[in-house]
C-alpha cells in the first residue's frame, strides 16, 4: 500500500475487451494503491483505441471511466496524456472520468523539482514513417473529419490502424522505434529540467545520462501487457515497480 506521500505514474494500458485481466488489475489499482497516493498521472494509451468521447459509453471502457470517477471523486488528482492510441481524448472524457487532460509534454513541480512528462512517442525521431502518422491524427482539422464520421466508422478506422501499428512493429528494429537520444536532450534543455518521465516505448528503466555536464534522469514506464507496471515518486526517491496480474 502507497503512503500519502507518493505521486504514481503509469502508462501504456491499452485498456480493451481482448485483455480482461488488465482491466480488472487497473481497478485494483485505482481502488487501493491509487487512493491514498496524492495524484495519480496516466502519460498516454490508458485505452486501446478512442474513437472520440462516446466510447465512455462502452462496455469495454465503461468500468474503467466508473474506477476513474470515483478516484477524482474521492479527491485525488487523476492527469491523462493523450498516447498514440487514444488521441481522441477530449472534454466529454474528462466530464465522464473526473480526470484533467494534461499537454504533451507537460512540466510539472513534483516535490520541488520540475520533471518533464511526456507519452514519449514524439521522441522516436528515427521512425520517420510513425512520424508522419502522428503528424495527420493529432491535426485539428483530421480529427474533426474523423469525429463527424459514424460511430461504426470511426470504429472500423482505430481497428485499422492499430492491426497496421502492430504489424509495423514486427517489422520494424526496435532502434528505430525507441527514442533518439539528441530528441531527449533536446527537449530537457527545451524546458529546462533534468528529469524526463516517459512511456510509450514499453522499455521500463531508469537511466541516468549526462546532460550540459550535469547528471539527467530519463525514468520509462512499463506496460500493462502481462503485467502493470508503476512508478512511485516520493520526495527524494523513487521505485519504479511491477503489478502481478489477480490470482498470477
Known sequence: ??????????????????RPAITELFLEF????ASHAQALYILGDLFEFWI?????????????????RA???SGVPVFVMHGNRDFLLGPG???ASGCRLLPDPSRVDLYGTPVLLMHGDSLCTRDTEYMTFREMVRD???QRTILAKSLAEREAIARQYRE???????????EIMDVTPEAVEKIMREHGVRHLIHGHT???AEHKLSLDSAIAYRTVLGDWYEQGSVLRLFSDHQILDRLPLPHG
Do not use: Y
Open 1 to 18: 500500500m502507497a503512503e500519502a506521500d507518493v505521486t504514481l505514474f503509469i502508462s501504456d494500458l491499452h485498456l480493451c475487451a481482448e
Open 71 to 73: 478516484l477524482a471523486d
Open 30 to 33: 485505482l481502488r487501493t494503491e
Open 140 to 142: 485539428p482539422v483530421w
Open 164 to 174: 497496421i501499428s502492430m504489424a509495423n512493429a514486427t517489422t520494424k528494429q526496435m
Open 202 to 204: 514499453h522499455r521500463p
Open 52 to 68: 472520440g468521447d462516446e466510447a465512455a459509453e462502452l462496455d469495454e471502457f465503461r468500468p474503467a471511466i466508473t474506477g476513474l
Open 93 to 95: 472524457f474528462e466530464r
